[in-house]
T-cell receptor, first 115, second 115 residues
Framework: AQSVAQPEDQVNVAEGNPLTVKCTYS??????LFWYVQYPNRGLQFLLK??????LVKGSYGFEAEFNKSQTSFHLKKPSALVSDSALYFC?????????????FGTGTRLKVLA | DTGVSQNPRHKITKRGQNVTFRCDPI?????LYWYRQTLGQGPEFLTY????????KSRLLSDRFSAERPKGSFSTLEIQRTEQGDSAMYLC?????????????FGSGTQLSVL
């Protein structure tokens, strides 16, 4: 069965500093990995994904994520955090070789960027 | 692209009553998903459709829950004999999973409160 773990409930970072939000996964075969962001009173929005190819993927709003197969991780990063990045971030996984289009989400990490 | 639309935005009901939610996906999207989210948790998979066919349903989903997608367009999620534990945000998402375009588009959700 596929699963995702986000080990940090909350990450605090000062504005202008680099940020990392951690995600590890468990899936049979090669995973498809995603990051979504949820702002207050708004629906989840897609940020970026890894399907295949380059391990470093770039997405919206200056975010990027690195796929690490040996560590089964897909950490979200941004070189310089903005106060407006404060939101709830979710990692998700799909197992394409399982024949399902079901996506499993992590429990989320709240990012607070302090001015 | 008018986005994924969910109605109603809020629903308050008494324990034991039936409720029905509606989701209108992005028009050309062939896959439609229902998730449930409670405070402090990530979206929990409930079920998904490809066109009008319901391809997978969570084993955690009680028989009180049923979803339909007639004609492969809008979808409804019905909860019969609601319980207080059903109180949650119900999220709908749609996708047109064509290789590298794979991603979910979420609606704003329906917040259910069971008194």
């Amino acid at each position: 069965a596929q699963s995702v773990a986000q080990p940090e409930d909350q990450v605090n970072v000062a504005e202008g500093n680099p940020l990392t939000v951690k995600c590890t996964y468990s899936v049979s075969g090669n995973p498809y990995l995603f990051w979504y962001v949820q702002y207050p009173n708004r629906g989840l929005q897609f940020l970026l994904k890894y399907i295949t190819g380059d391990n470093l993927v770039k997405g919206s709003y200056g975010f990027e994520a690195e796929f690490n197969k040996s560590q089964t991780s897909f950490h979200l990063k941004k070189p310089s955090a903005l106060v407006s990045d404060s939101a709830l971030y979710f990692c998700a996984v799909r197992a394409p070789t399982s024949g399902t289009y079901k996506y499993i989400f992590g429990t989320g990490t709240r990012l607070k960027v302090l001015a | 692209d008018t986005g994924v639309s969910q109605n109603p935005r809020h629903k308050i009901t008494k324990r034991g009553q039936n409720v029905t939610f509606r989701c209108d996906p992005i028009s050309e999207h062939n896959r439609l998903y229902w998730y449930r989210q409670t405070l402090g948790q990530g979206p929990e998979f409930l079920t998904y459709f490809q066109n009008e066919a319901q391809l997978e349903k969570s084993r955690l989903l009680s028989d009180r829950f049923s979803a339909e997608r007639p004609k492969g367009s809008f979808s409804t999620l019905e909860i019969q004999r609601t319980e207080q534990g059903d109180s949650a945000m119900y999220l709908c998402a749609s996708s047109l999973a064509l290789g590298r375009e794979e991603k979910l588009f979420f609606g704003s959700g329906t917040q259910l409160s069971v008194l």
